[in-house]
T-cell receptor, first 112, second 111 residues
Framework: NAGVTQTPKFQVLKTGQSMTLQCAQDMNHNSMYWYRQDPGMGLRLIYYSASEGTTDKGEVPNGYNVSRLNKREFSLRLESAAPSQTSVYFC???????????FGPGTRLTVL | RKEVEQDPGPFNVPEGATVAFNCTYSNSASQSFFWYRQDCRKEPKLLMSVYSSGNEDGRFTAQLNRASQYISLLIRDSKLSDSATYLCVVMEAGGYNKLIFGAGTRLAVHP
């Protein structure tokens, strides 16, 4: 089992460019999450998907969109990247909202 | 005020030392509590859940004080491999059980 996988590992964008961060899990989990982690701050929830077919905003959704493509995959899209979106992005999954969340290795994004 | 506050450290301790981390949370309705460990440039991983009665897992002991809204993690007999950032995490009950992460406390264990 690979657990939670994320692509790409690193990305550099120019302001205004768009990109999609990919996440997949092979644990048959129902819930999936996208977080960002910035220096001196805790992980902050961007969007989550409680189950296949549903998505909801987290704490910091502005500038992002998500798609729960199927039970395995949950992608995060930046339509027009801004320097404030420079961060490390983690995808996570869990069996339900009550269970332990398992994290992917992260994507380090720099927006110039 | 941050929802979950931790001393950022770093805590620099020699091997074999006992070290304690503290965490406070602001929402008295919070339901569940956890400690996660995050190695440098890696993803967070669950270290242990924190129960009201306190719980122990080997060299690690976690305690919860609901009245003071305070969580602690004690590490005994520190190993070099314990060097990491320890994240205090609080689950808030509501329409969805959201995890709130502290910024983390960094621990460096030296020989």
């Amino acid at each position: 089992n690979a657990g939670v996988t994320q692509t790409p590992k690193f990305q550099v964008l120019k302001t205004g460019q768009s990109m999609t961060l990919q996440c997949a899990q092979d644990m048959n989990h129902n819930s999936m999450y996208w977080y960002r982690q910035d220096p001196g701050m805790g992980l902050r929830l961007i969007y989550y998907s409680a189950s296949e077919g549903t998505t909801d905003k987290g704490e910091v959704p502005n500038g992002y969109n998500v798609s729960r493509l199927n039970k395995r995959e949950f992608s995060l899209r930046l339509e027009s990247a801004a320097p404030s979106q420079t961060s490390v992005y983690f995808c996570a999954s869990s069996q339900s909202s009550y269970n332990e969340q398992f994290f992917g290795p992260g994507t380090r994004l720099t927006v110039l | 005020r941050k929802e979950v506050e931790q001393d950022p450290g770093p805590f620099n301790v020699p091997e074999g030392a006992t070290v304690a981390f503290n965490c406070t949370y602001s929402n008295s309705a919070s339901q569940s509590f956890f400690w996660y460990r995050q190695d440098c440039r890696k993803e967070p991983k669950l270290l242990m859940s924190v129960y009201s009665s306190g719980n122990e897992d080997g060299r690690f002991t976690a305690q919860l004080n609901r009245a003071s809204q305070y969580i602690s993690l004690l590490i005994r007999d520190s190993k070099l491999s314990d060097s990491a950032t320890y994240l205090c995490v609080v689950m808030e009950a509501g329409g969805y059980n959201k995890l709130i992460f502290g910024a983390g406390t960094r621990l460096a264990v030296h020989p």
